[in-house]
């Protein structure tokens, strides 16, 4: 088999792809393997399995046995699993001794591939996930996102775009995997360039439920209103206080009271401003109305 075999096109081109292995069994031939014999795939970027898919799938065994084989790769232990992670975790919690397999002659390389291939098109990994399996597959084999794109059947900016969230900041990548956040809030708050205002809307995000929509608006009336910096010392006003360690905790406490942007602006020793920020009509009544009690 040519190593270099793309499995772009899905997982029909995967199974397209099934070798005769060292034996007598032909390469359709579909064996019964203990499951004792059959280990995880190190190279599975799936790290979360949803316990209620899980047991869905379970159940399905239970009723109706497994409809496809998974595809295993031989080791020097027995097998490893290559494709149907999630049917082999199944049956092992249905108490199965057995299950069906292809065995398939892969490297590591076309293992990943696989791997990458099959949560994409058949169970959806987390954006994180996604991100991680892409940047770690550039790293491992040197190929860049233009390459990989090509392997999985993929547009290069959609391995870029999820490639990218690796920059956020960590509390935002926590938010992103357990889902309190989407990759589509993820993606506009990379418009942002400051990590600690990435962190701050993604806190904004939770306590108020904005959409996407919404946070696009906020990332874009943010950086439109930001003025060109033409030099260096710009970026530090002679005139302007720095925050105090103490005058931040409060800017957070208001900001989570108040669940809106809050500015505490020093402009000397005792002076400034407290800026609150609103969106429309109705959040405006309700800072008010907080502001009342």
């Not at 001794?97 to 791997?115: G, H, M, S, Y």
């Not at 608006?217 to 033409?230: G, K, L």
């Amino acid at each position: 088999m040519n190593e270099k075999r793309r499995l772009g096109k899905g997982l029909e081109a995967l199974r397209g792809a099934v070798e005769k292995h060292s034996g007598e069994e032909p390469a359709s031939a579909i064996l019964q393997v203990p499951l004792e014999q059959i280990e995880t795939n190190p190279l599975q970027p799936r790290r979360d399995f949803d316990p209620q898919e899980l047991a869905a799938l379970k159940q399905s065994l239970e009723s109706h046995g497994l409809l496809q084989p998974i595809l295993v790769r031989p080791t020097s232990r027995g097998y490893q699993v290559v494709v149907g992670e999630r049917r082999l975790r199944a049956a092992r919690e249905a108490g199965w001794k057995e299950i069906p397999v292809r065995i398939v002659d892969f490297n590591d390389q076309q293992v990943f591939e696989a791997a990458l291939v099959e949560n994409l098109h058949r169970s959806d990994l987390n954006a994180l996930e996604k991100a991680q399996g892409f940047a770690e597959y550039c790293k491992r084999y040197g190929v860049t996102h233009e390459e990989l794109a090509r392997r999985l059947g993929l547009d290069r900016s959609t391995v870029t775009n999820f490639i990218r969230l690796l920059d956020l900041p960590a509390a935002v990548q926590e938010a992103l995997r357990t889902g309190q956040i989407s990759f589509g809030h993820a993606r506009a708050l990379l418009g942002l360039n400051n990590p600690q205002r990435q962190e701050e809307l993604c806190r904004e995000i939770i306590a108020r439920g904005l959409s996407v929509r919404v946070v696009e608006q906020i990332v874009r009336q943010e950086t439109d209103s930001a003025p060109p910096v033409r030099n260096a010392a710009q970026l530090q006003p002679a005139s302007a206080a720095v925050k105090t360690p103490h005058v931040q905790a409060i800017e957070d406490e208001l900001r989570q009271r108040l669940a809106t942007r809050v500015e505490i602006r020093l402009r000397g020793k005792e002076k400034g401003q407290i800026v609150l920020h609103f969106l429309n009509n109705d959040d405006f009544e309700r800072l008010v109305s907080q502001l009342r009690r």
